[in-house]
């Protein structure tokens, strides 16, 4: 069973963009790494708040992709723009569409 989790964060008023930016430029080498799908998307129900979607092929491929060279630039470059509210739900997926 493939591992899943959907987290939110909030950014500092007028950064949300940029973080935007900066999870969707870190993609490049995620298939290779174990991700079956990366999603990342804006609130609709306020201007701070980003979803990220994920599934990765098992939780230890999840684990090791955030010591890569570009997971770990990204997160440290989005980290000042950030409120340090985190949410995250981590589960077993079954399937679905896309997958």
């Not at 990342?40 to 201007?47: A, F, I, L, Y």
């Not at 955030?66 to 630039?73: G, R």
């Not at 990204?74 to 985190?86: D, Q, S, V, W, Y």
Request: with cysteine; proline share 3%.
């Amino acid at each position: 069973m493939s591992y899943g989790c959907i987290a939110s964060m909030k950014t500092r008023p007028g950064c949300r963009e940029e973080v935007v930016s900066l999870l969707l430029s870190a993609t490049d080498g995620l298939r290779s790494a174990g991700c079956d799908l990366y999603l990342v998307g804006r609130s609709d129900d306020d201007e701070t708040t980003i979803w990220v979607t994920e599934v990765w092929r098992t939780r230890e491929h999840h684990d090791a992709s955030l010591e890569l060279p570009e997971a770990k630039d990204a997160i440290g470059r989005a980290m000042p723009m950030l409120t340090g509210e985190f949410t995250k739900q981590e589960m077993s997926v079954a399937g679905g569409l896309g997958l």
